[in-house]
């Protein structure tokens, strides 16, 4: 199973890639999680424990497909394919970077891989639903995902646009990623229903929620929703269930935490229990495993230098791009 | 015009309508949507006879969802198309504004350019016929105090369509404003002054161009949208008394045309601004700023203001009428600085 | 039955008001519908053949349970007990009015019967929550009611707040008016379902459709829904299907509707079905009904001559109340 | 201040959470809502404590529906209640904007002075840490240039107490803006300026007051919020070059303080606005149009504006330090206009 072992690399270069820039997260400031120092400023919001959502999902896209997702997406960004240089020297505010450091973590923008994201939650459901209309009016066989959290679920925009969507029959896919938590507000208190799939019902879509953090799952969940979106059949609305292992963001002490919640997550990691998967089911040896561990590492490596070896924007770059110079 | 150009009178609604169905002619990307834009052919028209003439798949009605079917722009033109979305009045901005100027407005931006989004949003602005708080407002001051948007208010047919055509090619997101009260709809009283005559063939006004659409010598009267005719008008009063006043259409308000401004009132010396939407932090506070900025010293008189005062669009005709600046105060304001 | 024969009389006053609204709009425009002129300018939604909605519902209310309407509110003002001089003087821009002129037909505020609208679609289902909000924390028993058209129910106000009031269980009813158009746009164009009651599942509330605009059929699901509301059993979702006997507003030539639509709505007139059965059923007779009538065309007319008489708001009007004044 | 009054800095954060604290305990009716306001204490620290102290029936998170726990507040304050609400980044209004100035800020106009809503609405506003263009927008100046809102922004914490107390006695609909680079939060950079004496009993600071917060006679710097502290510092940096600069706190711009402006324009012949909002159409225009109404004639220099040049806020530090005025950048604009 070549896909397997994709999959398996692909989440093992995500949680490199979050651990690395956690790590860097802290260069440079003092006091520790000071947000305007050091060499990379701002929030910082890390995807670890959240890979199954995006790479089981994602796996099932083309490039030209459609991605949008939230204030929390790397993890979706490099499932997607974007250019971890690229992607890396945006984060670092880098002339080099996929905006030339304009956007920042929270604005990736790559039109190579059709990949975009907001800070603002909910707020990548509409324009999905508008790339889909582009797909179903240009005949192409194309299709949009939007991706965002459960507490994005209460906003106005997820009512709208599954309405809209269902309405249209256009090829759109909607993934609820929950991870519990928005910020520090539990689902419990923020959504009067216990699962976010069951309002499919209220737009005629099928809605199908995936427990377990587990990659296979998802990724089976995943494939039936693209196709019938792909064939024509409209949308379908996905919850799955996943954990976030840092904070909501860098410098989250996580207080509202219960004791022991973090702890059972990391205990239910969902590399550690896919590696253990593939291993047993001999899809992956402990030999290649590691080339897979060294070749991720050195792809962060090479992104992070790229990044620091970049020069800062010049000056000028803040006043160019507010309109399109023709 | 040479007098053997035949005069073709078109009210502003069939103008931009015209412009719409031409462009879409021209470019199969181009698709308009909103609520009742299809068989209704839009509350005030704008989108007459573009159902029957274009098809379903390309001119939409939709659901009353204004984040959902204007951030579907965002997705839908970053993959091609070009579409032109009806706000129906501006009024209701609030539900989708966060799809606009935190997205539509920035991705161009936050993308370091490489992401483009040519949309047309229009929308109805404008009072004077008692639709009170919720459905009588200008506020294009706001949307020109953000970032990343065109913002366009044509005051006549003419360029009504062509600023149109030109927002429809631009690659960037456009906010076009019409002014109900400029529209010629049987309904609604309209100002003759807008009705003018109108080219067949498209045609572009190119948008970030004030006009100069009456010269003077003693006053310059800054105006946009339904303030121009009733600036004109003011000025045709007060020709007998000897006042000449110059009548400036700013047309568009992001980019802003400073340089006719402040050319203008360099030449008269006197600035009156005329404004429909909120006097305070907008349209009017701006061009006052730019005039203190460039030609402070070429005033012979303190730059005046005439907008609405502050206060929501009360509902009765009385008092609505005493709020929206009129050609009566328009001429008053004048002879106050002119005397 | 006093009760019954109290709703009916109540649905004649509006149907009576309507009518005479309507007559009184066309005074002094020319061209007719010429919005701006005339005794009555704006636009002007008006209600005939939607009474039973506000009716069933709100004759289970007290004078200080809230009641928030949209942009077609005169039914439920009325039905809500809002003082019907008040209420024509607000409309005819006078001095007199409820906001002395300067609110009109779309925006009555009445702090007396805890009434108020709003011109903007879905506008009103937030305040409501808030104001359950207010009665549960301030021990009170009442209920909310917030009362929008289906095609509000496409807004994403709607569902924030059947979310925000399901997970604070507030004393709150949802009521959509299926009056099967929004403007021009039908139902099947906007709704992706056939029922918005069905939406009621995405908050675990009870969700109910009540067919064929009969106001008794109304007031039992309305009363089961306020009394669970009331005895701190949280929301519910009422959908009630009605027809609209005038066009959108005032001057819509309803070019959009089907052949034989509006004249099949016609027939199935609910003040006529209402009154056939109370005559039946023995708890109206012809005379009392004559009674009736000759009292509410007394009503409307006193309300409107108490209109006609007011004078216009003095200029000064236009800039007080933007503040308190302390 | 009398040398024997004990001093008791505190952050503005802490004087924020106090002041609603204080309120709290005197009225039965105060309550908070908002997303994190609970168990986290407010992202921004201005509810810090308040969870354990008067409990979830009166601090209560909400879900990501800002129109729905914004618009609430009308309804509930109605009924009776006064809600303090946090928004918590000014950026996000566009979701739940029509709330709050079509109902929120029109309905007590609509209704003819019948209903009240005595609702704070507070929220974070300012860059200057790499938050990017969806995280560090100032905004005031469009919600000022709308009637109905009082418009208010603390830049110490002195005023930011008072202030606090002011709104939440108010009957009025305010919008509280405080900026995160005042706050004194531990992760994040804060003027010291702004960490002032606050008298642990409650006190009230006039909505609709500026104030002059150093005198000088060569210039006068309009200033709000962060750019107060900052224009302080440019100030010390002029003295001894012998440049005397009168610096105004505007404090509040909705009702604005046009008295304080022109008084001290009138005295010192020159005028330079700072401000961190988009330099156009917003605060730096209307009080430059205040100046070219009110004294046009006193004034030595054209009027000059140091604002964000209508541009989103870009991510990476050095854009962002650019675009955002600096005490580097007032000292300049100020010797500019001095010399
Ligand atoms: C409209 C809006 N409201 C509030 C915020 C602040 N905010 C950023 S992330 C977040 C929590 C999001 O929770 P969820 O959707 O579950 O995603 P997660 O962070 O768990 O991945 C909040 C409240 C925002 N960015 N936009
Ligand atoms: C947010 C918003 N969008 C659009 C409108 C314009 N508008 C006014 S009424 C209406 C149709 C409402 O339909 P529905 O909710 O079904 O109520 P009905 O008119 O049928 O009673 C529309 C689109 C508005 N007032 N507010
Ligand atoms: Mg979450
Ligand atoms: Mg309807």
């Known amino acids: 199973m070549d896909n397997l072992v994709t999959m398996y690399r692909t989440m093992c270069l995500i949680r490199r890639y979050e651990d690395q820039l956690a790590e860097i997260y802290t260069e440079g400031k003092t006091p520790l999680f000071s947000i305007a120092a050091g060499t990379i400023p701002g929030e910082m919001h890390l995807a670890a424990g959240q890979e199954p959502v995006a790479v089981g999902v994602i796996s099932h896209l083309k490039q030209d497909d459609v991605v949008t997702a939230p204030h929390r997406p790397h993890h979706f960004a490099i499932a997607k394919g974007v250019d971890l240089r690229l992607m890396t020297a945006e984060i670092f505010g880098r002339r080099t970077g996929l905006s030339r450091g304009k956007g920042g973590h929270m604005h990736l923008f790559d039109p190579q891989t059709h990949f975009s994201c907001s800070g603002i939650v909910g707020a990548g459901f509409p324009p999905a639903v508008g790339a889909a209309l582009a797909f179903s009016r240009q005949g192409r066989d194309n299709v949009a995902v939007a991706f965002a959290g459960e507490g994005a679920a209460n906003q106005g925009t997820f009512h709208e646009s599954l309405n809209l969507a269902a309405l249209w029959k256009v090829p759109v896919v909607f993934v609820i990623e929950d991870n519990h938590y928005a910020i520090s507000v539990p689902k419990e208190q923020s959504t009067a229903v216990a699962h976010n799939s069951d309002r499919a019902q209220a737009y005629g879509i099928p809605g199908v929620y995936v427990a377990g953090n587990d990659v296979l799952a998802i990724s089976e969940a995943a494939e039936e929703a693209i196709n019938r979106a792909r064939q024509g059949q409209g949308p379908t609305l996905l919850e799955i269930e996943t954990t976030r292992l840092y904070g909501h963001?860098?410098?989250?002490?996580?207080?509202?935490?219960?004791?022991?919640?973090?702890?059972?997550?990391?205990q239910l990691d969902p590399i550690a229990r896919f590696r253990s998967y593939l291993l047993e089911h001999h899809t992956l040896s402990e030999d290649e495993d590691q080339t897979i561990q060294r070749e991720v590492e050195e792809r962060v490596e090479d992104a992070v230098k790229f990044a620091r070896e970049s020069l800062e924007p010049d000056v000028g770059e803040a006043y160019r791009d507010v309109f399109v110079e023709s | 015009?040479?007098?053997?150009?035949?005069?073709?009178?078109?009210?502003?609604?069939?103008?931009?309508?015209?412009?719409?169905?031409q462009e879409m002619e021209r470019d199969p990307n181009v698709l308009v949507w909103g609520e009742d834009v299809g068989a209704y052919g839009g509350i005030f028209g704008a989108t007459q006879g573009l159902l029957e003439r274009f098809g379903s798949a390309r001119i939409i009605d939709t659901p009353i969802s204004e984040s959902a079917f204007i951030g579907a722009a965002i997705g839908a033109s970053a993959e091609g198309l070009r579409p032109i979305v009806e706000l129906m009045f501006v009024d209701f901005f609030g539900v989708a504004m966060d799809q606009i100027y935190n997205h539509l407005a920035k991705n161009h931006y936050m993308s370091g350019g490489s992401v483009r989004h040519p949309v047309v949003l229009m929308t109805a602005i404008g009072g004077g016929y008692s639709d009170a708080a919720q459905h009588s407002q200008s506020l294009y001051g706001l949307f020109a105090h953000l970032p990343g948007l065109k913002v366009i208010v044509p005051s006549n047919a003419y360029d009504a369509k062509g600023m149109m055509t030109a927002a429809i090619r631009d690659d960037n997101p456009v906010m076009y404003f019409f002014h109900k009260g400029l529209l010629g709809l049987g309904w609604m009283p309209s100002d003759d002054l807008a009705e003018v005559h109108v080219p067949e063939t498209p045609y572009t006004v190119p948008l970030g161009q004030a006009e100069v659409v009456a010269e003077g010598g003693d006053i310059s009267v800054i105006a946009i949208g339904a303030m121009v005719p009733k600036a004109l008008r003011a000025r045709q009063r007060l020709e007998p008394q000897g006042v000449s006043v110059e009548v400036i259409d700013l047309r568009t308000l992001v980019p802003l045309d400073r340089q006719t401004i402040v050319d203008s009132v360099r030449k008269t010396h006197r600035a009156l601004i005329v404004d429909e939407d909120y006097r305070s932090f907008g349209m009017s506070a701006e061009v006052a700023a730019v005039i203190a900025e460039e030609a402070l010293e070429y005033l012979d008189t303190p730059v005046r203001r005439l907008a609405v005062p502050d206060v929501p669009i009360p509902y009765s005709r009385v008092l609505e009428q005493?709020?929206?600046?009129?050609?009566?105060?328009?001429?008053?304001?004048?002879?106050?600085?002119t005397r």
């Open chain 1, 249 to 266: 963001f860098q410098g989250d002490a996580e207080a509202y935490l219960h004791a022991g919640e973090k702890e059972s997550w990391r």
């Open chain 2, 1 to 21: 015009m040479a007098t053997t150009t035949p005069v073709r009178k078109l009210t502003m609604a069939r103008a931009i309508s015209e412009a719409i169905a």
């Open chain 2, 322 to 337: 005493a709020v929206i600046p009129s050609v009566d105060k328009i001429v008053e304001a004048i002879q106050l600085l």
